[in-house]
Every structure is written in structure tokens, then in C-alpha cells.
């Protein structure tokens, strides 16, 4: 398993100390200097090596992400709430006060809690969260913006580039990612590659149909036809492909095998060929779960689906509720969906959540019908804990696919909750490159 990393030259000995807790892993390391290096490095390294997966920054992300391939498992690493109490820790023990204060890339909602928990004057506290559009020219200046107005004796930032455009005239307190964050990360990514891995491997079922013989072959001569047309198809061969029913193919092949015959589940063309070469619309259903019988059982539903569609198609169903397709027989996928909801494979991906994940999230977006949520209200609704719904919810809003709606106060005691509007479906078009 190869895992890029992507960092500043700033951060290489925190990386190195959270890799050294990972076997079985071989790392191939970007590392750059200015934010202006980022896209020649990752270009680099996508060139140079072959990876099973990739981590880095918001910043690098940011700058580099239309470079990733699609399909290639990604983790955006960030600074965490910790990372920042430790910062301000870190002021006060060179005597300084804890506000005023500027800092950068942390978004609203953690530093109210870290400034909420230290008992801090959140009035005196500005903070500019991370914008990826944002150029760190405009970073730099809401620091010394800030520095010229209040005279504060340092700022904090997680852009390595802050310190050196400041140097002599404040002290930047770095609130860096610790290495036992990123080692959370790198071992979340590994295991995430691993179980990609563990499913590419899985046996699956491939169920075929004649759906409707054209030109009245006969069922049993089309179904004869299209059982040596996948006999004779390399990509097939290791496949055992046997009659199941009287005008249906079953077969058993490493899900990897299927996902080569479908480039990646995009197309199918052996549908177009039976269509040419039989004079029979062929359709197909793919099933991967955890049994063989489970397995058949999917693709016979997946089939079924197919069947509806005017044209040849296929789709593949999976025991965790995926569903991909329509596959075209030949060409670009004439659709692709999970659990209904279009571009949430691509998606998540690109956010650092699984797509299980976002089409649950996607599912609720589209129950609340425009309502506002609380993360804690969120959390109960996927079975997470509380804090897990706001790193949820922080991630979320770092991809832009939460929109802030206001706060509610349920009790008279305590601060008011924030409130989220999400904003998943309306990303996925966009995303897909749909209209």
C-alpha cells in the first residue's frame, strides 16, 4: 500500500512522527516550501508514484484538488480544537493574554467552543475561518490588520506562510495539527484502503438476461448466443459462468473482475455486442455481499431493474445499499446514483466522508425540506456522539455543503446552539458536471 503526503517543509518532523506508528505502508512525500509549489509537487508525485491513497491539507487541497483522480481515497487533515487550546496554552506560558487575538483557518464554531471552555472575551477574538478561494496574500493581511489595531503581542495561524510575512513584527503561535491527529488520520486512511482493497477481492454474482429476444430467435438460442458471446470475452475468463433460468446466465468472479468489465462500473459493452451480433437486448445485474447467496440475490434485483429501462443497461447493487447505474452498453454511464442520490460516490470522496455516509446525510437534507438542524440534532439522527456530529458538521461546512441558519436557545442557562442548513443536493450537479 502507497500513501502520498502532501506538507510543508514545516511540518515534516510532525508527519514523521505520526508515520512511524504505521507497518505495512509505504509513504511518498510532497513536500513544499510556498502554497505557489503545491500543484507541481502533487502533479509529481500522482506521476511518479502509484498510490492507494492520499493525505493533506486544506491548503493543499484547495489548490490541488482537480488534480486528484476520481476514485482515489483522500483525507483532508486539519487542526483540531485541541490543536488550538494547546496554542493558547502556549501564550500563556510566555506570559502574554489570552485576547485580543487573530486567528486563521479554525472555523467560528471551534473557536467559540475552545473560547467557550477557557472562559475567554469572544468579542476580543477575530477570526478568519478557511476559504479556498481565499489568497494567503489576504490571510497575511487580516492578521496585521488586526496586530496594527489592538497592538496584540502575537497571533495564531495554521498557514507556515503567516509567520515569515510577519516576522519582526508579532509572534505566530502555530496551532498545528499534532501528530497524534494526524496519525488519527493516516490510520483512518489506511484502514479505509484497506477495506477498498478487502472488497475489490470479494466474490460477486453477475446475473444476465435476454430480456426481450428481437427478431424471435427463441429464448433458449438467445440465451445459448449470449452464454458463448461471455465465454469468448477475454475479460470473462476467469469468471464461471453457468444457465440459470431459461433465458438467464449466472456468474461468479472476484467483484475486481466485474469492476474491470464495467470500467469501473461505468459501461458494459458486451450488451452492445449481443444487441449487433444476437439481434437480443441482453441487460445485467451485479450483486457483492457478505454470502455468495446474498450475492446472487442482488444481482437478480439488480437485473430486474435493468429490465425496466428501454435501453441495454446494467446495475450494481451491494448488501450496504449501494446502487450504481444505469451502465450504459458502451460509452459514458448513462446515469449514476447512490441510494438515489446522483454524485455521491464522486463527492465523497472529494469531502473525506464516506459515501454511506453523505447519502444518509442526503436522505435527511431532503426530509427536512429546508429546515435547520443542530449538530447534536444531527448526530442522534446518524447514532453518533455529540462531539462527532460537530466535527461532522465542521467538515461539512469546510466543503460548503452546510450553509449556517441562525441559532435556537432551548434553555434559558447555557449558550444558544447554532443551527445548519444542508446544502448536499444541490452540490451534487455541480459536482457531476450535470446541468
Given amino acids: 500500500m502507497v500513501i502520498g503526503l502532501v506538507l510543508h517543509a514545516g511540518h515534516r518532523d510532525q508527519f514523521a512522527d505520526a508515520a512511524a506508528t504505521v507497518s505495512g505502508v509505504d509513504l511518498s512525500w510532497a513536500v513544499y516550501e510556498r502554497e505557489d509549489q503545491i500543484r ?11 498510490l492507494d491513497g492520499l493525505l493533506l491539507g486544506l491548503a493543499p487541497y484547495a489548490r490541488a484538488r482537480d488534480l486528484l483522480p476520481p476514485g482515489l481515497p483522500v483525507t483532508v487533515t486539519r487542526s483540531a480544537a485541541l490543536d488550538l487550546a494547546l496554542a493558547w496554552a502556549r501564550a500563556r506560558g510566555n506570559g502574554w ?6 486567528i486563521d483557518t479554525f472555523d467560528q464554531e471551534t473557536v467559540d467552543e475552545v473560547a467557550g471552555a477557557l472562559g475567554l472575551d469572544r468579542a476580543a477574538i477575530a477570526t478568519q475561518p478557511f476559504d479556498p478561494e481565499r489568497p494567503i496574500a489576504d490571510v497575511i493581511a487580516f492578521h ?35 501528530p497524534a491527529t494526524i496519525r488519527a488520520d493516516l490510520h483512518e486512511l489506511a484502514l479505509r484502503i484497506r477495506n477498498r482493497q478487502a472488497d475489490r477481492r470479494r466474490f460477486a454474482a453477475g446475473v444476465f438476461l435476454v430480456a426481450k429476444p428481437e427478431e424471435s430467435p427463441g429464448l433458449d438460442r438467445a440465451r445459448a448466443g449470449l ?48 444487441r449487433e451480433t444476437l439481434g437480443v437486448r441482453a441487460v445485467a445485474g451485479f450483486g457483492i455481499g ?26 450494481l447493487f451491494t448488501d450496504d445499499g449501494m446502487t450504481i447505474g444505469p451502465m450504459g452498453a458502451s460509452g459514458v454511464p448513462l446515469a449514476y446514483t447512490y441510494r438515489e442520490h446522483g454524485g455521491i460516490e464522486s463527492l465523497a470522496g472529494r469531502v473525506g466522508l464516506s459515501a454511506a455516509t453523505l447519502s444518509r446525510l442526503a436522505a435527511i437534507e431532503r426530509g427536512l425540506e429546508g429546515r435547520p438542524v443542530s449538530p447534536s440534532d444531527l448526530a442522534r439522527t446518524l447514532g453518533i456522539t455529540d462531539p462527532s456530529g460537530r466535527r461532522l458538521i465542521r467538515k461539512l ?32 450537479p455541480a459536482e457531476e458536471g450535470m446541468p
Fill in 227 to 274: 452464454h458463448h458471446l461471455l465465454l469468448n470475452t477475454p475479460e470473462f475468463a476467469d469468471a464461471w459462468i453457468d444457465h440459470r433460468g431459461p433465458r438467464g446466465l449466472l456468474a461468479f468472479a472476484p467483484a475486481a473482475l466485474f469492476e474491470t468489465v464495467t470500467h469501473r462500473w461505468v459501461n458494459l459493452p458486451a450488451l452492445a455486442e449481443a
Fill in 290 to 315: 457478505a454470502t455468495a447467496r446474498l450475492s446472487v440475490t442482488l444481482a437478480e434485483r439488480a437485473a430486474a431493474r435493468a429490465e425496466q429501462d428501454t435501453d441495454p443497461s446494467a446495475y
Fill in 397 to 428: 461546512s469546510e466543503a460548503r455543503l452546510v450553509v449556517g441558519d441562525g441559532s435556537s436557545q432551548m434553555h434559558r442557562k447555557g449558550r444558544p446552539t447554532r443551527l445548519y442548513r444542508l446544502a448536499i443536493t444541490s452540490a451534487l
Fill in 97 to 102: 493574554p489570552a485576547t485580543p487575538v487573530s
Fill in 144 to 178: 496585521a490588520e488586526h496586530l496594527q489595531r489592538t497592538g496584540a503581542p502575537y497571533a495564531i495561524s495554521v498557514r507556515m506562510a503567516v509567520a515569515s510575512a510577519l516576522a519582526g513584527r508579532a509572534t505566530v503561535l502555530h496551532a498545528l495539527a499534532t
Fill in 40 to 50: 507541481d509537487r502533487v502533479a509529481a508525485l500522482l506521476r511518479d508514484e502509484k
